[in-house]
């Protein structure tokens, strides 16, 4: 199971830590959501997810201000006795002296921020759904080819290193060699980024380990990108059809997603890298509405229907 840690979110964000006597190392978050604890501060705590991040805003807050010392003590700590991870104040709003003793005597820390509460709640909910997604490791080169994210797969050895060296010298952005790591950051898009230890290096058979940024600049790498094409080398089998005119779409599954995937057969004197771009290109064409092979069947068609009408005649 994927987890952040607190520190992490606090480095991120740029959050202040209200209780510094809280070690926060050790605490750390399983899920993406986040919580608005006002129903918990009028005194509703069925269905509290206790475990997630709270925040705070300027309604809570306000509310908080509002209400009466007895009830004050009660309800704190009802819910500050609850296992919760870490509470953020939006706005930079402070806690009262009264919630921030509580919070301390029950571990919970306190954290604010200087952001709006609903700005501060989408970057928060976006950068968890990246850091807690799904996560599997493929092996396989990965670029930026044109804005769409092309996944080079298939056999060790088969060229597909060279094949985005060719695409760096030829102006596109390399985001990872040889291991691919895969995040299912929603049912529509999976992003894949590069290990740490392997960042912007390239492996080339016969020369060796290439650092793609210190050779060919910062404009040559990108740290993430979403996978929008799939294209898979093989070595050419001469019994083997292979597609010719694409009118069905193939597709290979990654964490339950469907992906387009092109089967490129292997031959000396083929340029993989011409063959990744035209592909990058006629797909981005097809998701703009126009698909070359459909065209060159309704030609067909077009042309047959001619051609009996002439014959009737």
């Known amino acids: 199971m994927s987890v952040v840690k607190l520190s992490s979110i606090i480095e991120k964000m740029k959050l202040e830590n209200l209780t510094p006597e809280i070690e926060v190392k050790g605490i750390k978050i399983t899920q993406p959501d986040i919580n608005r604890p006002a129903l918990q501060m009028a005194g509703y705590f069925e269905h509290f997810e206790a475990t997630r991040l709270q925040i705070i805003g300027f309604v809570e807050y306000t509310y908080m201000e509002g209400m009466e010392e007895e009830k004050k003590k009660e309800i704190y700590e009802q819910l500050l006795s609850c296992d919760i991870p870490a509470i953020i104040f939006c706005r930079e709003l402070q806690p009262d002296a009264l919630f921030k003793e509580m919070a301390i005597k029950n571990g919970v820390p306190l954290l604010m921020t200087k952001k709006a509460t609903s700005a501060f709640m989408a970057e928060i909910i976006r950068w968890l759904n990246v850091k807690l997604a799904p996560c599997i490791s493929v092996h396989g080169v990965l670029v930026d080819v044109y804005g769409e994210g092309v996944l080079i797969t298939g056999e060790s050895g088969i060229g597909k290193s060279e094949a985005a060296l060719e695409l760096i010298k030829r102006g596109h952005r390399l985001v990872t060699d040889d291991v691919v790591e895969l995040r299912k950051v929603s049912d529509d898009n999976i992003i894949g980024t590069a290990p740490d230890i392997t960042k912007h290096f390239i492996e080339l058979r016969g020369i060796g380990i290439v650092d793609v940024k210190t050779l060919f600049g910062v404009s040559s790498v990108k740290d993430t990108q979403s996978i929008d094409l799939v294209i898979k080398l093989e070595e050419w089998d001469k019994d083997k059809e292979y597609d010719r005119l694409g009118l069905e779409e193939e597709y290979t599954e990654y964490l339950g997603n469907k992906i387009v995937c092109h089967s490129i057969p292997i031959r000396p004197g083929r340029n993989l890298a011409i ?25 067909v068609q077009n042309s047959l229907a001619k051609r009996r009408e002439e014959e009737d005649e």
């Open 275 to 299: 063959i990744c771009e035209s592909a990058a290109v006629n797909h981005r064409q097809k998701k703009m509405g126009y698909n070359a092979a459909q065209e060159l069947y309704t030609r």
